[in-house]
Nanobody, 120 residues
């Protein structure tokens, strides 16, 4: 599975961005977004399951971020609202066979990442 992220950039605090993850196939894969800030470990942000559409959100983004998938377009989106400076990171799209995971070591495929910078 090949994953290509897009939509990153510079945004002011309180602003919004929408990231896209174009996949070569979605199949039975759960698709998630991880992020990695400078000097920090990669962390799971959100994920959506293929089978039932159930979702997971890290506490730090609940109520601000929304994940969705368009199976016809093989694309997963991450709508990010009310962005904060601490959201600054490289955001990675990730695919895992079967169910979602928040553990980077259990991801099957990674995209190359897109940089999100939240700054005034």
């Amino acid at each position: 599975v090949q994953l290509v992220e897009s939509g990153g950039g510079l945004v002011q605090p309180g602003g919004s961005l929408r990231l896209s993850c174009a996949a070569s196939e979605l199949g039975d894969y759960a698709i998630g977004w991880f992020r990695q800030a400078p000097g920090k470990e990669r962390e799971g942000v959100t994920c959506i399951n293929r089978s039932d559409g159930s979702t997971y959100y890290a506490d730090s983004v609940k109520g601000r971020f929304t994940i969705s998938r368009d199976n016809a377009k093989n694309t997963v989106y991450l709508q990010m609202n009310s962005l904060k400076p601490e959201d600054t990171a490289v955001y990675y799209c990730a695919a895992r066979k079967s169910r979602c995971t928040v553990l980077p070591g259990r991801v099957d495929y990674w995209g190359k990442g897109t940089l999100v910078t939240v700054s005034s």
